[in-house]
């Protein structure tokens, strides 16, 4: 049992039991699972997963798990400080650490690589737990200084790569630069600028990081009048919901988030269903209720209250009985004919993602459909 306080209607009870799987699943190291029972993801945290589960839990008043969800990520990044230095100091030479020398996207509970190949170097995991842990630390009051030799590794590491092309948020086209990826450095580097931790170089080197960045997302990153995938595409990402919230990228009120979210809907949205992007075909390319999530946060961020509550709605109803939610469902399939292989390869969709618990409990939390537990105050 947790403690927040749920009123006991049906889409507060699934908030209750969202919280409930991720508590119940953090382990001992502080990691969150990407899901405990799924073939390919079974014994691995990501810091991109990770760190929104751990902003969720930190929203509902669970302080203490997101604490030692950011012990996890500190612990990785200490234990990899020559890697980083080395990284660091040849970008600083003019010549790119190779992309397997970049820090890996997902670690073993206990802090290894572990054995399995994986689409490693993606830089967005290390901007969202930097902004992830600075949202903690504002609302819980929490010295950040606990964290503070990682957070400067972190300042370091995306400071020196910011620019690179990687993987994106779906581990897909590691030849281009995401602008989701983008999104999450800038919230990282800006949370990082602001948090009291840094000496004045690297603060300097943070901010004006971020500032760069911003620019590059404002030249190239926009087509159309909306944020694209790439730099330089014309096509719509899910993903990008989430620069407006919860990251705070972009201001709700202007022209380029209204675009954005509009793109999104009718590129991506089937009656509340949300796509990651017009091309997938993993599991056939069905709709990620963390994405009506993300959708709805951004929805409610430029004050459309209603949209986000249907949004809501909609991931509630892929809920299984005991309220595990899966990473997508198939009821609308962008390649129809792509599904089975998947399922032949790694089984059944993975169920429960918690990063699909976390999203939804994020947007409950938010529209007030539940509050967060006391804080105890430090
Ligand atoms: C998704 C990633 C996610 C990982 C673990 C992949 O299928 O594309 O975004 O981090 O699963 O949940």
New binding site residues.
Partial sequence: MTSVSLPSTRLGELAASSLRIILASQQPSGAFP??LT?S??RG?C?F??GSFIADAASAAGEEEAASRFFDWCARILDDRRGQVQVIVAAAAAGASAPDEKMLA??FTFDGREGDDDWWDFQLDGYGTWAWALAEHCRRSGIDASRWSSALELTCDYLVSSWRRPCFD????HSEEVHVSTLGCVVAGLDALSELGVLDDTRRTAAARAAAEARVLIYERGVQGGHLVKWLDSGDSDASLAALISPLGVLDPASDLTGATLDTIAIDLEVDGGVH?FRADT?YGGGQWPLLSCFLGLAELARGNRGRAQTLLEWAASTAGPAGELP?QVDRHLLAPDRHQEWVDRWGPV?SP???SSAMYLRLALELGVVAPIERTGR
């Avoid at 948020?169 to 897909?172: D, L, Y």
């Fill in positions: 990407a899901s799924f390919a993801y691995y990501w991109r997963d996207t997902r948020w779906w581990e897909e990651r993993f990473e993975a993602l918690l990063w």
